[in-house]
């Protein structure tokens, strides 16, 4: 498949003596840019690289090797030792278990032929499969798996070409998407088996800024069942990801036109952290969640995992918070609300849906999210489960609702609403009764 001209015979001597950067093509205008491209040699050394990557991605997960599509682009100016690059056919996959195979062609890697990997992406991670084209060698196999975090341990290329971005060629940033060691062998990537780069590991360290519709809230009673939520959520995002409570900035937004209870609600000061050991207090301002009054949240987030630290108005009752904690995969063990509103997002609506974002079990109850401590709705779980792409929103428009979560009786007898008249009634009274005799903050 991989054909080596005379160039990259003559190269190949001297890779781990330069630095030079990468080019790919690609195809969508809407992108985050500054992105960082790391070529380490066999022993592990950088050899080259780029700190100019554009990265664009749909938002969605391939879960099967056999049905794989394209739906993301990584490109580049910078030629690698003299001579373009191309990236295509990058796919971009869920948690689970792949086999690629090296001998296929493009869009079909389950073929059977040539030599293979195997691949474990574990919940918290998703995997990236692309071919390169290098001069005359096309198709070379490239594999990396992606998790929140900081690059390492390898070092990772600092150079030119960079960008005005905050993260370009920023070796301490945490990324959205982190290249791992996957395969164990004390360097970051994994040798590629085909082309003129035999045991080369070629890294990519991204960044998503997102902007979609579509997304889901689930709002779970103490004993788990679901009591409402919308499928109508916009979720905005700048890349960006908070490592410290007390220097935390809002870099997110979550809304929605949907009332929960007939009530309006509004998630504010967003702030999304990565990994990390954060302790939040529940009667602190907006904007100062270390401030060290009232009760605390202590959360522990894993590499590959997000948190988010939201407040929540639900009428005259502000500054409730919220905390996710956030990986890809598909929402569970819990129910997830089904019903409307939704969009026309492939997404909006689908509880098999493989989320970019799933709100996961972080306290270890049984149930998603963590019970709320302050505010009218104590040990309820406030879950939001988004998707994130490169692009502007994705597109899907609202479907006029036929199940608005309001006060009205055809909602109270709705079996989606915590399972029928007799249940959806017993918990809206509860949710009244609770908002009627708690303390509302201001």
């Known amino acids: 498949m991989i054909g080596i001209n005379s160039l990259a015979s003559k190269l190949r001597p001297v890779l781990a003596a330069a630095l030079c950067g990468l080019a790919f093509t690609a195809t969508q205008a809407s992108a985050s840019t500054g992105n960082n491209f790391t070529m380490l040699d066999g022993t592990g050394a950088v050899v080259g690289g780029t700190n100019d990557v554009e990265f664009t991605w749909d938002g969605t997960l391939n879960t099967s090797v056999a049905t794989a599509a394209p739906n993301a682009t990584l490109s580049s100016d910078q030629p690698f030792f003299g ?34 990997y195997t691949v474990t992406v574990n919940p918290g991670q998703v995997m990236a499969h692309m071919l390169f084209d290098w001069g005359a060698s096309t198709n070379i196999d490239v594999i990396n798996v992606w998790e929140v975090g900081q690059f390492g341990p390898s070092p990772m290329f600092t150079g030119a070409q960079t960008t005005t971005d905050a993260w370009s060629g920023d070796d301490a940033n945490i990324w959205t998407f982190t290249s791992i060691d996957w ?93 990390g050991t954060y302790t939040i207090f529940t009667d602190c301002p907006a904007g100062s969640p270390d401030c060290g009054v009232g009760a605390s949240y202590t959360v522990t987030v894993n590499p590959g995992q997000v948190m988010a630290h939201m407040l929540f108005d639900w009428g005259a009752s502000t500054n409730i918070d919220v905390i996710d904690v956030w990986e890809a995969g598909q929402f569970g063990p819990s129910p997830m609300f089904t019903g409307a509103q939704t969009t026309t997002d492939a997404w909006s609506g689908d509880d098999t849906n493989v989320w970019t974002f799933t709100s996961i079990d972080w306290d270890g109850d049984g149930f998603n999210g963590a019970g709320m401590i302050d505010g009218p709705f104590p040990n309820f779980n406030a879950n939001f489960n988004v998707m994130a792409t490169t692009g502007t929103e994705g597109g899907g428009t609202s479907t006029p609702s036929t199940d608005e979560r309001t006060l009205t009786p055809p909602d109270i007898e709705d079996p989606s609403f915590g399972g029928g008249a007799a249940t959806g009634l017993w918990s809206l009274l509860g949710l009244l009764g609770l908002a009627l005799a708690a303390r509302r903050r201001t």
């Open 83 to 116: 001579i373009t690059w191309d990236a295509h056919d990058v796919m971009v996959y869920g948690p689970g278990t792949y086999t690629i195979f090296t001998d296929c062609p493009a869009g079909s890697p389950d073929c059977g032929i040539g030599a293979s």
């Open 183 to 275: 395969d164990g062998d004390g360097f970051n990537g994994s040798g590629m088996i085909d082309g003129p780069f035999p045991n080369f590991n070629a890294n990519f360290n991204v960044m998503v800024v997102a902007a979609t519709g579509g997304n889901n809230f689930t709002m779970l009673d103490g004993t788990g069942a679901v009591v409402g939520g919308t499928n109508d959520v916009a979720f905005t995002w700048d890349g960006t990801l908070n490592t410290s409570v007390a220097t935390a900035a809002p870099n997110a937004t979550l809304s929605s036109d949907q009332p929960f209870f007939g009530i309006t609600w509004d998630a504010h000061d967003v702030m999304l952290y990565g990994p």
